[in-house]
């Protein structure tokens, strides 16, 4: 167990959206699932992924928790 919890509770819900909708579409790039199954536009999620230092083309299984949440961050107002 962490000592601190990696997500604050106010953003837990924002972060288990974010990740689900990674990882609605099996084998299918972040950017691409978030836009089928969260209609989040593509240039938005491709942004969040560039500004935190990962390939557009990451697929939802490379990245780790802490990746996950700072994706969920700049998605949300959160």
Not at 11 to 37: C, D, H, P, W, Y
Request: net charge positive.
């Amino acid at each position: 167990p962490r000592e601190r919890p990696l997500v604050r509770a106010e953003e837990l819900a924002a972060m288990e959206r974010i990740v689900r909708f990674g990882f609605a579409q099996r084998r299918k790039t972040v950017v691409n699932s978030l836009k089928g199954a969260g209609g989040i536009e593509p240039a938005r999620s491709q942004a969040a992924l560039l500004a935190e230092g990962f390939d557009p083309r990451v697929r939802a299984e490379a990245l780790d928790p802490e990746a996950w949440q700072k994706i969920a961050r700049r998605l949300t107002d959160v």
